[in-house]
């Protein structure tokens, strides 16, 4: 098993441009989750999706949308970046018992 | 809102114990603790549901208590693989189950 899986690795954008980060998992898990860690904020959530076909708006949800494409899949997009949005993203999936598995994360640089 | 991870900062040496506390501003039902190294995902260390339970992963046990709202995290004989960012993540009473509200992290540096 890859377990959760995310690309690219690293990304660097000019203000305005859009892209969007890609998150699967093979783990068969309903709940997935996409957080931004930032220095001295930890883990903050931007959007969930309980289940395929939901999707929920999380702590910080502006200037992101999320599309749940089938169960293994859940994805992150920019429409317009924004140096505000200079992050490392984390995504994750969650199992019934509560506990979440993180991707390796997508190190994010607007310029 | 986030909740307040204290110390932000400790450094031990090695064989030496620490304690990282985690307290919120709202009912909990459940603690998870996480540890991540620079540079990597986080990953999962327990879990802790109401009741004041106490659980254990090697040298590192934590406990709950629902009442106060905090959990605190122990770490005995620390090693030097203990360093890195513990972060709890708090189930939060009210809020959507499904999700969980991180802390600020706190950064752990065990020296030989």
């Known amino acids: 098993n890859a377990g959760v899986t995310q690309t690219p690795k690293f990304q660097v954008l000019k203000t305005g441009q859009s892209m969007t980060l890609q998150c699967a998992q093979d783990m068969n898990h309903n709940s997935m989750y996409w957080y931004r860690q930032d220095p001295g904020m930890g883990l903050r959530l931007i959007y969930y999706?309980?289940?395929?076909?939901?999707?929920d708006k999380g702590e910080v949800p502006n200037g992101y949308n999320v599309s749940r494409l089938n169960k293994r899949e859940f994805s992150l997009r920019l429409e317009s970046a924004a140096p505000s949005q200079t992050s490392v993203y984390f995504c994750?999936?969650?199992?019934?018992?509560?506990?979440?598995?993180f991707g390796p994360g997508t190190r994010l640089t607007v310029l | 809102q986030q909740p307040v991870q204290s110390p932000q900062a400790v450094i031990l040496r090695e064989g030496e114990d620490a304690v990282i506390n985690c307290s919120s501003s709202k009912a909990l039902y459940s603690v998870h603790w996480y540890r991540q190294k620079h540079g990597e995902a986080p990953v999962f260390l327990m879990i802790l549901l109401k009741g004041g339970e106490q659980k254990g992963h090697e040298k590192i046990s934590a406990s709950f208590n629902e009442k106060k709202q905090q959990s605190s995290l122990y770490l005995t004989a620390s090693q030097l693989s203990y360093s890195g960012t513990y972060f709890c993540?708090?189930?939060?009473?009210?809020?959507?189950?499904?999700?969980?509200?991180f802390g600020t992290g706190t950064l752990l540096a065990v020296q030989p």
């Open positions: 993540g708090t189930g939060v009473y009210g809020g959507a189950t499904n999700k969980l509200i």
């Open positions: 999706s309980a289940s395929e076909g939901t999707t």
């Open positions: 994750a999936s969650k199992e019934s018992t509560d506990t979440q598995y």
